[in-house]
């Protein structure tokens, strides 16, 4: 049976693991494995760019069938439908695809905006698709706001949608909830509130970072702006708006834009009578067939009747009320009666004000006011009057409140930009400051390692050169063969003791040793039997000698010694001692085996009691004196001035 180590055969290839016999069924594992890592590494990052991009994409689809569904709303939906039902897999995609379809079916009750909702909540899940969540909340509260009056709820879902910190991440939905936003807070006269999404708005649309890819679906989105500015009473940026509208559609010979934003113009509603009209007949003259034309027609003929035309009251009166413009209608039928009075016709003037629904329109009691004041109905006239004034103050209050709570956000807005401009600064020097402190820090860390670095290199350099220089102190002071001071570094020394010696009052002597015979050793022996005498004398004198005591090799096989002994007496019997650890040494070795003497001269150095102190050298030079006496007296004696004592031998 054989016995394979997975581990290693996926180190090693396996043809250098196997005989061939057994190569094909190791094979097998070691793919197997490599597969199973390739699938799985594949599987990863297929399901990484899944994530990743998911957003993006659902992004580009809805763009797509949003820019597609002013087109053709019937084969647009259809599309989504089937789109729906392709994407059964993918939860995500269904949902945003349910969200676009809600959008799209807007103006076609709340029960298409709500069944589509209600499918698409089912497959969000808010933590993780919080951009769809949020695309879900602007369109449901919309259709909340439009169908169902509920424009505080609304206000509430789209103020918090606006706050999200998910919102930024999709642009395209935080434009559609600030324009909703614009639209309920105008439902709900909230004028404080206004400015500050609209203003928001604005500055979105013409931001510079927005990504090329938006920039052509944002445009759409110009449209919207200029028509809440107008709203506001920001007739400027409104006309501004539409402008841009008009020149853009102008060199593509988009009849139809340019038609309907003069039309938009002319229906602003702070926008002075005549200028109104002026843009009416700019619409009118690009195109006429358009939902809006009629009511471009009739602003062209209250004009007319304003003029003095008044054969075209008839016309003007006879216009059937338009849904869509409910304030034209009213304009039209109140133009139509003040023509009617100016012909006398009280019945025209009285029909006029009966089609002028609206209670709350200041011109109708305007109107009113009028007729009974030809019918001689004062106390009514009176009343209509009242009214009169009572609604163009409430609208001019209004309109004071709008331009007011415009300013006032236009200053907050300004000061909140001074404010992050002021902080940005601040965080951009205080990184400044960081970088600074940290490029320092790093410049002293630096410094010190280097400095570091540096003084254990010293460290160590000195450290080695103190230890070579002692090493080559040692070698210059001591005999290489014996290992005992040389002449000079025992005269140095010597002289360092004396001068202890003087100063702390202690007695010190010299002795001068010459082995005896020793030239016959050399002759007798050889040389090396010579060289081991002189290293066994040293080693004796190493062992019987005093620390304090100085020994050195002075020339050949002569040896001196200075000592700190008390007197001549002990001094000789330390020689004594030597003598017999020497001779021992000697003996006992195998080369030799014979015992080997020496003769010495012992002198007084310093000895303060009896007054002597001389100089080294003359010491020295008196030891010799004494030793050639201890050699002429027979060897093997240590000689003072007084007299010479035999040394025994071992
Ligand atoms: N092996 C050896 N011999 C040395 C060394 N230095 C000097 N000598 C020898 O020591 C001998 C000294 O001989 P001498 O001065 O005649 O003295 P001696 O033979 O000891 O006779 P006495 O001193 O009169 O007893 C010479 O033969 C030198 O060559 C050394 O380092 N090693």
Redesign the pocket.
Known sequence: MMLFDLSSLRLLPPSILLTKSCRFAAIVPVLTLWLVMAVSLATSFTALAKETFSLANIQAERRELEMASATDKVDVIQDIDQRIADSHNDQVRRASLYIVKANILQHHGLKAIEDNIAKALLLIDEQTQPELYLYAMVVKSYGMYIYQNQAEQAAIVLEKVQQHPALKNDLYVQVQGLSSLLEVYYKLKDFNKIAKPLFQLARTLTSKEIAPEYQGFFKELDAELAYHSGLIGDTNQAIAGYRKIITDSKPKGQIENIAVANCNIANMYFLPLAEKIQYAKASLAAARNLSCSDAMEKLVLLDEVQQGNLSNIARLSQFHSNQQMPSLNQRSAYYAGLAYLKLNDLAGAQSMANRMTDTENWERYDLLQKIYEKQGNYRDAFTASQRYHQLRAQKDADARALMLSSYQTRLEMAQEDTIAAEQAKQAEQLQAAEQKAEARLQLMLTVIAAGVGITVVLTLYLYRSRQLQRKLQQLSDTDP?TGLLNRRAFLRQAEHLKQLAERQQFPLSVALI???????I??QYG?????TV?CAFAKAANSTLRQTDLCGRFG??EFILLTTQQDTAAFAASLQRLQQCFSELCLQDKQLGYAVSF?AGITTVFEQNAGINQQIEDAIRQADEHLYRA?ASG?QQVCTEDLCLQLVSA
């Not at 040389?527 to 060289?531: F, L, R, T, V």
């Open positions: 063969l010459d082995l005896d015979f020793f030239k016959q050399n002759d040389h090396q039997a010579g060289d002189l050949g096989e003769s050699k060897r």
